[in-house]
């Protein structure tokens, strides 16, 4: 019966997520504080009995209960116990599960911290994100049911996972990931809240970036995760190959990255409050498109999941009415927002302006890149067309360029208008500084020759530059400590550059190499040596591998790598396990193929150098989005945030 319990969970939850949007909107619009405190208890409601459906649901996977379809189709007894409890998220109706899972952890979090907001605006909040989880929770009980039995006839043994993802990526990537697309619906239901209440000055603002910020450091690090999930585990050796999927969650991110930035000065102005509203709205639809994506059966993908086209047809009614109706109200109240904010062509409202269209542009190519294939086929009825890495890296890249030359500019302009004299003569010493430190690298870095990859990094040396000067600057100011929105801000403007210079060494100085070995052969390849020692039968919990032994020579280092192919006893795939010598500077890379005539075996073997840059890079972008979070303004009082809203004039429309 335990089984049952975790669905009568869910129904509960589902229950409780109605019965607070109803309290949190209905209690706000006619004023009533005991519906509005009932919205708030709704919540935690949602989260206790989503997490116990959640933990019946991991129980199944521990105890190899294969009499609940779920687990019989996604684990094995033979599995490694990390992988039966990441097994629950390895598949749709499971991940579907941990979403609104996280989702209530988010309404909680807001429930818990929201006491320094208005009682109408938190309770709108949570009125709206409970509207939203109920979609989800009525998509998981109506087609994607977790806890369905196999009665009476239960399997003895279960299906197994997949074993491409019978690893630690699994673990950590989709909770991370999940974690930033549904971080965004807070911003989204602040952006619904403030048009709902009229409440659309620089206070909402305040309320909805700290959100935004944890929600985009979430997402960056999930697409971090990925990146580096597929560069180890599908043996390619490539960090990122423009898949549908993957655009999904870098869609989002790119809307989530125009918003912060504008949030800033909506904060910082009341400029742009009308763009953050929309970009507020963007962010969390593009999550919901990047789920229909993935869920609706639309495209064959490595990380997609195979479900029935049906429930795509609910993903896509459900963004229909999420995006059609908040783009409703955005129509019908946004104007209360507008405001007159005059600025100078140099100055920092302009230069986030700059940032933003740069970066909603390139999601826009992303996103045309990403749905025409499918339109195309849906229009002629099963014809495929396919947009690959050629098309985006002509017409994404160069906008990418464009918003790091903005980038460097932007820590030497004020708010308002900036002294073009001072301007010019700072920008030209790092302008200076830059172009000689690109020539070094250049000439230190034997193979630098394509002017693409000099000029990205040129621009991530720019950016270096600039931040540093910007930094030495503010720190000889008497008096003036820099707060930590800045630091953090520096911080993932410097992670930016890091991530630039890693991609643009790692494409233009990288060698990859395909060739036939025999045992006792050696292959060189720049200043490594591979030599293969033959193969060896390892066995595994659930599978037989053979492991090929690689002796290597990276100058006076002398070393072994150990690459797999993997045979699993319950599903018979055959999966290739890479070796990978990790370094900051450079990664070494052996991958088996297949065995060929003679004892001989067909073998990858890759020098990447500075490919971890591009993945400390994102490290150091989501360290500097939290970081800001912990600015001591964020913790004020609402009586403060009040007092500046009363100064500031906020614009009213009626409830």
Known sequence: MIPELGHLSVILALALSIAGAVFGLGGAHIGLGRWMQAATSAT??????????????VNAFVTDDFSVAYVAHNSNSLLPWQYKVSALWGAHEGSLLLWTLIMTLWMSAVALRGAALPPGILARVLGVMGLLNGGFLSFLLLTSNPFE??????????????????????????????????????????????????????????????????????????????????????????????????????????????????????????????????????AFS???????????????????????PTRGLYILGFLAVVVGGSLTLFALRASAAAADVRYGLFSRE?????????????????????????????????????????????????????????????????????????????????????????????LLLEGLRSWGAAAAVGLGLWILCTHAVDVGRRLRLKGASPPLSYWGMTLAHIGFAV??????????????????????????????????????????????????????????????????????????????????????????????????????????VYVKP????????????????????ADKRYRRLRRRVESRSSAIGAPSVPA
């Open 44 to 57: 935690y409601g949602q989260m206790v009995f989503v997490a116990l459906g959640f933990l019946v649901l």
């Open 149 to 282: 039995r196999l009665l009476p006839l239960a399997p003895a043994d279960g299906a197994d996972l997949n074993p491409l993802l019978q690893d630690f990526g699994l673990i950590v990537h989709p909770p991370m990931l999940y974690t930033g697309y549904v971080g965004f619906s807070v911003a989204f239901a602040f952006a619904v809240a403030g048009l709902l209440s009229g409440r659309l000055d620089s206070a909402w603002a305040r309320w909805s970036r700290p959100w935004t910020n944890i929600a985009w450091a979430f997402l960056t690090l999930g697409i971090a995760l990925g990146s580096w999930w597929a560069y180890y585990e599908l043996g390619w050796g490539g960090w990122w190959f423009w898949d549908p999927v993957e655009n999904a969650s870098f869609m989002p991110w790119l809307a989530a990255t125009a918003l912060i930035h504008s949030l800033a000065v909506a904060e910082k102005r009341g400029a742009f409050r009308t763009w953050t509203l929309l970009l507020a709205l963007s």
């Open 286 to 308: 593009l999550s919901l498109l990047g789920a229909f994506i993935v869920r609706s059966g639309v495209l064959t993908s490595v990380h997609a999941f195979a479900v029935d």
């Open 350 to 442: 302009a230069s986030l302006l700059v940032n933003n269209l740069l970066l909603v542009v390139a999601m826009a190519v992303v996103l045309l890149g990403t749905l025409y294939p499918l339109a195309y086929e849906a229009l002629t009825g099963g014809d495929k067309i396919s947009i690959g890495p050629p098309w985006f890296n002509r017409f994404f890249v160069p906008l990418m360029l464009a918003a790091a030359v903005a980038l460097g500019v932007g820590p030497f302009l004020g708010w308002k208008r900036s002294g073009f004299t001072r301007l010019r003569r700072r920008l030209a010493w790092c302008f200076g500084a830059s172009v000689a430190l690109a020539v070094l690298v250049a």
């Open 499 to 604: 991530s630039l210079l890693g991609i643009a060494l790692t494409h233009e100085l990288s060698v990859e190499k395909d060739i036939r070995m025999s045992v006792g052969e050696s292959a060189t390849h720049g200043e490594v040596t591979f030599r293969f020692d033959g193969v060896v039968d390892a066995p595994g919990p659930n599978y037989r591998a053979q492991r090929g032994l690689f002796a290597i020579e990276d100058g006076e280092r002398r070393f072994g790598l150990t690459p797999e192919k993997r045979r699993y006893f319950a599903s018979g795939s055959v999966m290739t396990e890479a070796a990978i010598d990790a370094g900051f500077f450079k990664d070494i890379y052996v991958s088996l193929g297949e065995p060929l005539a003679n004892g001989d075996w067909a073998v990858r």
């Open 610 to 629: 500075f490919v971890r840059w591009i993945w400390f890079g994102a490290v150091l972008m989501a360290l500097g989005g939290t970081l800001a979070v």
